[in-house]
Protein backbone atom coordinates (compact mmCIF):
# COMPACT_ATOMS: atom_id res chain seq x y z
CA UNK A 1 0.00 0.00 0.00
CA UNK A 2 1.27 3.34 -0.83
CA UNK A 3 2.18 5.63 2.15
CA UNK A 4 -0.26 8.51 2.58
CA UNK A 5 2.00 12.40 0.98
CA UNK A 6 -0.36 13.70 4.26
CA UNK A 7 -2.16 12.30 7.62
CA UNK A 8 -5.29 10.81 6.71
CA UNK A 9 -8.32 12.52 8.81
CA UNK A 10 -11.45 9.75 9.19
CA UNK A 11 -14.92 11.94 8.92
CA UNK A 12 -17.91 10.08 10.67
CA UNK A 13 -21.06 10.64 9.08
CA UNK A 14 -21.57 10.87 5.50
CA UNK A 15 -23.75 14.39 5.07
CA UNK A 16 -23.52 17.19 2.67
CA UNK A 17 -20.98 18.83 5.33
CA UNK A 18 -18.39 15.80 5.38
CA UNK A 19 -19.23 16.12 1.13
CA UNK A 20 -18.39 19.62 1.54
CA UNK A 21 -14.71 19.11 3.21
CA UNK A 22 -13.59 17.19 0.48
CA UNK A 23 -12.95 19.90 -2.42
CA UNK A 24 -10.36 21.85 0.50
CA UNK A 25 -8.83 17.98 1.54
CA UNK A 26 -7.90 17.65 -2.02
CA UNK A 27 -6.80 21.01 -2.49
CA UNK A 28 -4.37 20.13 0.07
CA UNK A 29 -3.84 17.29 -0.48
CA UNK A 30 -5.30 15.68 2.61
CA UNK A 31 -6.67 12.28 2.36
CA UNK A 32 -10.07 11.64 3.83
CA UNK A 33 -11.76 8.09 5.20
CA UNK A 34 -15.53 8.36 5.76
CA UNK A 35 -17.63 6.48 7.98
CA UNK A 36 -21.33 6.25 5.77
CA UNK A 37 -24.24 5.68 6.81
CA UNK A 38 -25.06 3.94 4.13
CA UNK A 39 -24.35 3.69 0.16
CA UNK A 40 -23.86 6.48 -2.21
CA UNK A 41 -24.87 8.96 0.71
CA UNK A 42 -23.94 12.59 -0.54
CA UNK A 43 -20.13 12.57 0.91
CA UNK A 44 -19.77 8.89 -0.80
CA UNK A 45 -20.13 10.14 -3.93
CA UNK A 46 -16.90 11.86 -3.40
CA UNK A 47 -15.14 10.20 -0.87
CA UNK A 48 -13.69 7.16 -2.40
CA UNK A 49 -12.09 5.57 0.61
CA UNK A 50 -15.24 4.83 2.51
CA UNK A 51 -17.03 1.83 4.62
CA UNK A 52 -21.08 1.89 5.68
CA UNK A 53 -21.33 1.73 9.10
CA UNK A 54 -22.99 2.40 12.41
CA UNK A 55 -21.70 5.67 14.08
CA UNK A 56 -22.96 4.14 17.55
CA UNK A 57 -20.70 1.24 17.30
CA UNK A 58 -17.31 1.08 18.79
CA UNK A 59 -15.57 -1.38 17.03
CA UNK A 60 -16.74 0.12 13.83
CA UNK A 61 -15.63 3.72 14.93
CA UNK A 62 -11.83 2.03 15.96
CA UNK A 63 -11.92 0.32 12.55
CA UNK A 64 -12.73 3.25 10.58
CA UNK A 65 -10.09 5.54 12.13
CA UNK A 66 -7.13 2.73 11.76
CA UNK A 67 -4.12 4.74 10.82
CA UNK A 68 -6.12 8.04 10.94
CA UNK A 69 -3.77 11.33 12.50
CA UNK A 70 -7.29 12.43 13.54
CA UNK A 71 -10.96 11.43 13.32
CA UNK A 72 -13.92 15.00 13.03
CA UNK A 73 -17.18 14.94 12.37
CA UNK A 74 -20.41 15.42 9.97
CA UNK A 75 -22.98 15.54 13.03
CA UNK A 76 -22.63 15.30 16.94
CA UNK A 77 -24.46 12.07 17.82
CA UNK A 78 -21.67 9.72 17.71
CA UNK A 79 -21.70 8.41 21.61
CA UNK A 80 -19.83 11.10 23.95
CA UNK A 81 -18.51 7.05 25.52
CA UNK A 82 -16.95 6.02 22.13
CA UNK A 83 -15.23 9.27 21.49
CA UNK A 84 -13.44 8.93 24.83
CA UNK A 85 -12.39 5.13 23.91
CA UNK A 86 -10.67 6.67 21.33
CA UNK A 87 -9.04 9.78 22.35
CA UNK A 88 -8.00 7.29 25.63
CA UNK A 89 -6.50 4.98 22.94
CA UNK A 90 -4.56 7.99 21.79
CA UNK A 91 -6.63 8.79 18.43
CA UNK A 92 -7.27 12.78 17.88
CA UNK A 93 -10.66 13.22 18.10
CA UNK A 94 -11.52 16.87 17.26
CA UNK A 95 -13.38 18.32 18.74
CA UNK A 96 -12.96 16.11 21.80
CA UNK A 97 -15.29 14.77 23.95
CA UNK A 98 -15.44 17.19 26.51
CA UNK A 99 -15.89 19.55 23.93
CA UNK A 100 -18.70 18.12 22.05
CA UNK A 101 -20.72 16.78 24.43
CA UNK A 102 -22.15 20.73 25.14
CA UNK A 103 -23.13 20.71 21.45
CA UNK A 104 -25.08 17.04 21.98
CA UNK A 105 -26.78 17.83 24.97
CA UNK A 106 -28.48 21.15 25.49
CA UNK A 107 -28.60 20.36 28.96
CA UNK A 108 -25.48 20.62 29.62
CA UNK A 109 -24.22 23.31 27.38
CA UNK A 110 -26.86 25.11 29.34
CA UNK A 111 -25.41 24.96 33.10
CA UNK A 112 -21.66 25.31 31.25
CA UNK A 113 -22.65 28.94 29.66
CA UNK A 114 -24.52 29.71 32.91
CA UNK A 115 -20.89 29.09 34.63
CA UNK A 116 -19.26 31.28 32.38
CA UNK A 117 -21.50 34.21 32.16
CA UNK A 118 -22.57 33.58 28.70
CA UNK A 119 -25.61 35.75 28.29
CA UNK A 120 -28.23 33.21 27.41
CA UNK A 121 -32.15 32.32 27.51
CA UNK A 122 -34.22 31.99 30.91
CA UNK A 123 -33.93 28.01 31.14
CA UNK A 124 -34.85 24.95 33.38
CA UNK A 125 -34.84 21.15 33.09
CA UNK A 126 -38.45 20.18 33.74
CA UNK A 127 -39.91 16.81 34.17
CA UNK A 128 -43.47 17.59 34.13
CA UNK A 129 -46.12 19.57 32.82
CA UNK A 130 -46.30 20.89 36.77
CA UNK A 131 -42.53 22.05 36.03
CA UNK A 132 -43.35 23.85 32.43
CA UNK A 133 -46.05 25.83 34.00
CA UNK A 134 -44.07 26.59 37.22
CA UNK A 135 -41.85 28.02 34.89
CA UNK A 136 -43.76 30.21 33.04
CA UNK A 137 -45.92 30.13 29.57
CA UNK A 138 -45.61 30.88 26.82
CA UNK A 139 -42.81 28.65 26.31
CA UNK A 140 -40.07 26.84 23.99
CA UNK A 141 -39.31 23.24 25.21
CA UNK A 142 -36.66 21.06 23.66
CA UNK A 143 -35.56 17.49 23.75
CA UNK A 144 -31.89 17.54 25.30
CA UNK A 145 -30.51 15.51 22.52
CA UNK A 146 -30.85 14.58 19.26
CA UNK A 147 -32.87 17.26 17.59
CA UNK A 148 -31.80 19.58 14.52
CA UNK A 149 -33.40 21.49 11.69
CA UNK A 150 -36.32 21.94 13.87
CA UNK A 151 -37.22 18.69 15.31
CA UNK A 152 -37.30 18.62 19.15
CA UNK A 153 -38.38 21.42 19.48
CA UNK A 154 -42.07 22.72 20.40
CA UNK A 155 -43.52 25.68 21.27
CA UNK A 156 -45.97 25.68 24.41
CA UNK A 157 -48.55 28.23 25.14
CA UNK A 158 -50.88 25.91 27.59
CA UNK A 159 -50.22 23.05 29.45
CA UNK A 160 -51.78 20.57 26.71
CA UNK A 161 -49.16 21.73 24.28
CA UNK A 162 -46.26 20.02 25.89
CA UNK A 163 -48.10 16.42 25.59
CA UNK A 164 -45.84 15.66 22.56
CA UNK A 165 -42.06 16.80 24.22
CA UNK A 166 -42.42 14.74 27.11
CA UNK A 167 -43.79 11.83 25.46
CA UNK A 168 -40.65 12.35 22.88
CA UNK A 169 -38.18 12.68 25.38
CA UNK A 170 -39.76 9.16 27.19
CA UNK A 171 -39.26 7.77 23.98
CA UNK A 172 -35.98 8.52 23.32
CA UNK A 173 -34.56 8.27 27.53
CA UNK A 174 -33.79 12.57 27.13
CA UNK A 175 -34.82 14.73 29.05
CA UNK A 176 -36.66 18.11 28.54
CA UNK A 177 -35.06 22.05 28.57
CA UNK A 178 -37.72 25.10 29.22
CA UNK A 179 -36.50 27.93 27.40
CA UNK A 180 -37.88 31.61 27.45
CA UNK A 181 -39.72 32.24 24.30
CA UNK A 182 -37.42 35.12 23.28
CA UNK A 183 -38.83 38.43 21.62
CA UNK A 184 -36.13 38.91 19.10
CA UNK A 185 -35.48 41.07 16.50
CA UNK A 186 -33.59 38.68 14.34
CA UNK A 187 -30.81 35.34 14.32
CA UNK A 188 -27.50 36.11 13.98
CA UNK A 189 -25.01 33.33 13.48
CA UNK A 190 -21.01 33.92 15.15
CA UNK A 191 -18.49 31.52 13.46
CA UNK A 192 -15.39 30.91 14.75
CA UNK A 193 -12.58 28.53 14.10
CA UNK A 194 -9.91 27.11 16.26
CA UNK A 195 -6.87 24.42 16.63
CA UNK A 196 -5.63 22.95 19.30
CA UNK A 197 -2.91 25.22 19.70
CA UNK A 198 -5.02 27.80 20.76
CA UNK A 199 -5.13 29.99 17.31
CA UNK A 200 -8.54 31.48 16.74
CA UNK A 201 -9.97 32.88 13.81
CA UNK A 202 -13.87 34.54 13.52
CA UNK A 203 -15.73 35.38 10.45
CA UNK A 204 -18.22 38.53 9.91
CA UNK A 205 -21.28 37.65 11.91
CA UNK A 206 -24.06 36.94 9.78
CA UNK A 207 -28.10 37.17 9.80
CA UNK A 208 -30.33 33.90 9.12
CA UNK A 209 -33.31 33.39 8.73
CA UNK A 210 -35.80 30.39 8.96
CA UNK A 211 -38.31 28.30 7.31
CA UNK A 212 -39.99 25.96 8.83
CA UNK A 213 -37.35 25.17 11.86
CA UNK A 214 -34.30 25.02 8.82
CA UNK A 215 -32.04 27.45 8.05
CA UNK A 216 -33.13 28.90 4.41
CA UNK A 217 -31.12 32.28 4.33
CA UNK A 218 -28.00 33.94 5.37
CA UNK A 219 -26.60 37.01 4.90
CA UNK A 220 -23.02 37.84 5.34
CA UNK A 221 -21.83 40.54 7.21
CA UNK A 222 -25.49 40.68 8.81
CA UNK A 223 -26.77 44.01 8.11
CA UNK A 224 -27.56 47.57 9.83
CA UNK A 225 -25.75 45.20 12.86
CA UNK A 226 -24.53 47.91 15.30
CA UNK A 227 -20.47 47.69 15.87
CA UNK A 228 -20.71 46.61 19.46
CA UNK A 229 -22.68 44.26 18.47
CA UNK A 230 -20.99 42.22 16.25
CA UNK A 231 -18.00 42.61 18.41
CA UNK A 232 -19.47 41.33 21.60
CA UNK A 233 -21.16 38.23 19.34
CA UNK A 234 -17.40 37.56 18.02
CA UNK A 235 -16.33 37.80 21.25
CA UNK A 236 -18.75 35.21 22.72
CA UNK A 237 -18.08 32.96 20.46
CA UNK A 238 -14.15 33.17 21.19
CA UNK A 239 -14.67 33.10 24.81
CA UNK A 240 -16.68 29.84 24.47
CA UNK A 241 -14.47 28.15 21.92
CA UNK A 242 -11.46 28.80 24.27
CA UNK A 243 -13.46 27.80 27.84
CA UNK A 244 -14.64 24.15 26.03
CA UNK A 245 -11.46 24.10 24.25
CA UNK A 246 -13.25 23.37 20.93
CA UNK A 247 -10.88 22.05 17.87
CA UNK A 248 -12.50 23.01 14.69
CA UNK A 249 -15.14 25.46 13.69
CA UNK A 250 -17.82 26.29 16.46
CA UNK A 251 -20.98 27.99 15.22
CA UNK A 252 -22.84 30.34 18.27
CA UNK A 253 -26.45 30.62 16.52
CA UNK A 254 -28.09 33.60 18.59
CA UNK A 255 -31.17 35.89 19.73
CA UNK A 256 -30.85 39.52 18.57
CA UNK A 257 -33.07 40.79 20.67
CA UNK A 258 -35.74 44.26 20.23
CA UNK A 259 -34.08 45.81 23.07
CA UNK A 260 -30.62 45.34 21.67
CA UNK A 261 -29.18 42.25 23.33
CA UNK A 262 -27.90 39.22 22.39
CA UNK A 263 -28.28 35.36 23.73
CA UNK A 264 -27.00 31.74 22.82
CA UNK A 265 -29.34 30.27 21.29
CA UNK A 266 -27.23 26.76 20.00
CA UNK A 267 -23.94 25.72 19.44
CA UNK A 268 -22.59 23.25 16.68
CA UNK A 269 -19.08 21.61 16.70
CA UNK A 270 -18.55 21.15 13.25
CA UNK A 271 -19.31 23.38 9.56
CA UNK A 272 -22.61 24.61 9.74
CA UNK A 273 -25.29 25.87 7.33
CA UNK A 274 -24.77 29.73 8.75
CA UNK A 275 -21.25 29.43 7.12
CA UNK A 276 -21.86 27.96 2.97
CA UNK A 277 -21.54 31.39 2.59
CA UNK A 278 -17.56 31.82 3.41
CA UNK A 279 -17.50 28.77 0.44
CA UNK A 280 -17.52 31.87 -1.86
CA UNK A 281 -17.56 34.85 -0.07
CA UNK A 282 -14.23 34.39 2.31
CA UNK A 283 -10.63 34.05 1.88
CA UNK A 284 -11.15 30.80 3.74
CA UNK A 285 -13.90 28.69 3.55
CA UNK A 286 -15.20 27.50 7.14
CA UNK A 287 -14.64 23.81 5.51
CA UNK A 288 -11.05 24.29 5.08
CA UNK A 289 -10.19 26.04 8.30
CA UNK A 290 -12.26 23.19 10.27
CA UNK A 291 -9.75 20.73 8.08
CA UNK A 292 -6.34 23.31 9.19
CA UNK A 293 -7.80 23.18 12.90
CA UNK A 294 -8.43 19.31 13.08
CA UNK A 295 -4.70 18.86 11.94
CA UNK A 296 -3.36 21.91 13.82
CA UNK A 297 -2.14 23.69 10.62
CA UNK A 298 -2.16 27.27 10.80
CA UNK A 299 -5.69 28.79 10.16
CA UNK A 300 -6.64 30.81 6.94
CA UNK A 301 -7.88 34.08 6.72
CA UNK A 302 -11.43 34.50 7.53
CA UNK A 303 -11.74 37.89 5.68
CA UNK A 304 -14.89 38.63 3.46
CA UNK A 305 -13.81 38.80 -0.31
CA UNK A 306 -17.43 40.85 -1.01
CA UNK A 307 -19.06 43.23 0.79
CA UNK A 308 -21.88 41.05 0.26
CA UNK A 309 -22.55 37.30 0.09
CA UNK A 310 -26.19 35.78 0.73
CA UNK A 311 -26.25 32.10 1.29
CA UNK A 312 -30.05 30.54 0.11
CA UNK A 313 -30.67 27.26 1.21
CA UNK A 314 -32.20 24.58 -1.91
CA UNK A 315 -35.03 22.94 -0.80
CA UNK A 316 -36.70 20.00 -2.20
CA UNK A 317 -39.71 21.02 -3.72
CA UNK A 318 -42.55 18.56 -5.42
CA UNK A 319 -41.22 15.04 -6.46
CA UNK A 320 -42.28 15.89 -10.26
CA UNK A 321 -40.09 18.70 -10.35
CA UNK A 322 -37.39 17.19 -12.49
CA UNK A 323 -33.16 16.93 -12.11
CA UNK A 324 -32.03 19.83 -10.01
CA UNK A 325 -29.01 19.92 -12.79
CA UNK A 326 -31.87 20.21 -15.23
CA UNK A 327 -31.79 23.94 -13.52
CA UNK A 328 -27.93 24.55 -14.60
CA UNK A 329 -29.01 25.82 -18.08
CA UNK A 330 -31.21 28.92 -17.02
CA UNK A 331 -29.95 29.55 -13.27
CA UNK A 332 -26.31 29.80 -14.95
CA UNK A 333 -27.23 32.15 -18.03
CA UNK A 334 -28.92 34.27 -15.89
CA UNK A 335 -26.28 35.17 -13.59
CA UNK A 336 -22.61 33.98 -14.41
CA UNK A 337 -21.44 34.98 -11.23
CA UNK A 338 -23.78 32.65 -9.60
CA UNK A 339 -22.35 29.82 -7.41
CA UNK A 340 -23.76 26.39 -7.35
CA UNK A 341 -23.98 24.04 -4.58
CA UNK A 342 -25.73 20.55 -4.62
CA UNK A 343 -25.20 17.69 -2.32
CA UNK A 344 -26.35 14.79 -5.24
CA UNK A 345 -29.75 13.84 -2.68
CA UNK A 346 -33.17 12.91 -4.36
CA UNK A 347 -35.49 15.50 -4.07
CA UNK A 348 -38.02 15.48 -1.13
CA UNK A 349 -40.73 18.37 0.32
CA UNK A 350 -38.17 19.78 3.10
CA UNK A 351 -35.00 18.64 2.32
CA UNK A 352 -31.56 20.21 2.54
CA UNK A 353 -30.57 19.28 -1.26
CA UNK A 354 -28.16 21.85 -1.99
CA UNK A 355 -27.24 26.20 -1.67
CA UNK A 356 -26.94 29.21 -4.00
CA UNK A 357 -24.43 31.62 -3.02
CA UNK A 358 -24.27 35.24 -4.63
CA UNK A 359 -21.59 38.28 -3.96
CA UNK A 360 -21.00 41.70 -5.09
CA UNK A 361 -21.73 45.39 -3.54
CA UNK A 362 -25.04 45.92 -3.41
CA UNK A 363 -27.40 43.65 -1.30
CA UNK A 364 -30.90 44.08 -2.78
CA UNK A 365 -29.09 42.99 -6.25
CA UNK A 366 -27.52 39.50 -4.65
CA UNK A 367 -30.50 38.85 -2.24
CA UNK A 368 -32.72 38.88 -5.45
CA UNK A 369 -30.15 36.53 -7.54
CA UNK A 370 -30.21 34.17 -4.97
CA UNK A 371 -33.69 34.08 -4.29
CA UNK A 372 -34.45 33.40 -7.41
CA UNK A 373 -31.77 30.95 -8.39
CA UNK A 374 -32.75 28.75 -5.22
CA UNK A 375 -36.31 29.04 -6.17
CA UNK A 376 -35.57 27.81 -9.86
CA UNK A 377 -33.88 25.20 -8.77
CA UNK A 378 -36.82 24.31 -6.41
CA UNK A 379 -39.43 24.21 -9.32
CA UNK A 380 -41.18 26.87 -8.34
CA UNK A 381 -40.48 29.21 -11.18
CA UNK A 382 -40.11 26.85 -13.99
CA UNK A 383 -43.21 27.69 -15.73
CA UNK A 384 -41.91 31.62 -15.35
CA UNK A 385 -41.77 33.74 -18.76
CA UNK A 386 -38.33 35.23 -18.70
Known sequence: MTTPLAPTVAVIGGGQLARMMAEPAAALGIPLRLLAEAEGVSAAQVIPDQQVGDYRDLATLQQITAGCAAVTFDHEHVPTEHLKALA?????????????????????????????????????????VADVEAFGFPAVLKTTRGGYDGKGVW??????????????????????????????????????????????????????????????????????????????????ALKIAGALDVTGVLAVELFETNDGRILVNELAMRPHNTGHWTQDGAV????????????????????????????VNILGGPTDA??????????????????VHLYGKEMRPGRKVGHVNTYGDDLEDCLERARHAAAWFRGDLGNESE
Open 88 to 128: NAGLAVRPGPDALVHAQDKGVMRAKLAELGVPCPRNAIVTS
Open 155 to 236: VVREPADCEDAFAAAEAAAVEVLAEELVDFRRELSALVARSPSGQAAAYPVVASTQLDGICHEVIAPAPDLARELAVQAQEV
Open 284 to 311: TSQFENHLRAVLDLPLGSPAPRATWTVM
Open 322 to 339: GRLYDGYPHAMARDPQLR
